[in-house]
């Protein structure tokens, strides 16, 4: 579990980004950030992860503390950014995945290289070069080194904002599966497909955490998501403009036939 405890933070010679934030992250769940660009959802994955020095408040990480563990938590969790071309460091897939697998011996090595490529269906690209590959893929193959480090936690820092939708879809697709996996995952996002992932939906503003949102309440929360300006998932919208006439159609991974299928059944 990773819990938030009056966490505040600033940049040198910057207002103040997170002010006196509180909340906790089950294990097993998604949790979507969001929020307007610079609102600070970005600080609190880069708070989380290791990266940014918390002076302010408490985070702890399976009772780990964020400002004495550091080491050990930077083990348990792993995080992916937005573009993937600013994280590679090799060209060769192999040892872009080895290099933070130094310590263990070669055939350990191979074997969670391996998974983590397959995790992310990429395991026949692994003689490939990274040059060759598309921005989607890149993105794969990032998420698969994080994975190769057995994390228990991911944090996805606006991870599909370069790519196309194909690849936007792969992505999904994966988180998903490291759902069922037991992963826990953050996924900070401005796009509101992502939304539609989580378990649950925290928003951000103005350095604070204005409302938390549960995936089963998320249709008769539009106007909450409207008011600070997260745009609709286009099947939320639907559905919440279908409750406004009187159908009340439950939230699910629809695809557009089914929800075709459902409303049919609705309106009979």
């Known amino acids: 579990m990773i819990k938030i405890q009056n966490v505040s933070f600033k940049y040198r010679d910057s207002n103040i980004i997170l002010n006196n934030i509180n909340f906790e992250i089950k294990e097993g769940e998604i949790v979507a950030i969001v929020g307007k660009n610079g609102s600070g959802k970005s600080t609190i994955g880069k708070l989380i992860a290791g990266i940014l020095n918390l002076k302010e408040g408490n985070i702890l990480i399976d009772d780990l503390n964020i400002k004495k563990d550091k080491k050990q938590i930077r083990n348990k969790v792993g995080i992916v950014f937005q573009n993937p071309e600013n994280q590679i460091i090799f060209n060769s897939i192999e040892d872009e995945l080895s290099f933070s697998l130094k310590n ?52 996805l820092d606006e991870p599909t904002t370069m790519i ?92 557009i036939e089914e929800l075709i299928s459902k409303l049919k059944g609705a309106i009979k």
């Not at 995790?119 to 490939?128: A, G, R, S, T």
């Not at 060759?132 to 994080?146: C, T, V, W």
């Not at 249709?219 to 300006?229: D, F, N, R, T």
């Open 104 to 155: 263990l011996s070669k055939q350990e090595k191979e074997e969670r290289i391996n998974k983590a490529l397959e995790q992310v269906d990429m395991i026949e690209l692994k003689n490939k070069e990274l040059y060759n590959l598309s921005l989607g893929q890149k993105q794969r193959i990032m998420i698969a080194e994080i994975l190769a480090k057995n994390p228990n936690y991911i944090v």
């Open 164 to 255: 196309d939708s194909s690849g936007k879809e792969k992505i999904y697709k994966i988180i998903k599966n490291l759902k069922q996996k037991g992963y826990t995952i953050i996924c900070i996002t401005n796009l509101a497909e992502e939304v539609l992932i989580a378990d649950r939906t925290l928003i951000l503003d103005d350095g604070k955490i204005v409302a938390e949102i549960e995936k089963k309440e998320l249709v008769k929360s539009a106007e909450i998501l409207k008011k600070y300006e997260i745009k609709l998932p286009t099947l939320l919208e639907v559905l919440s403009e279908l409750k406004n006439i009187g159908i009340d159609l439950k939230l699910a991974d629809y695809t």
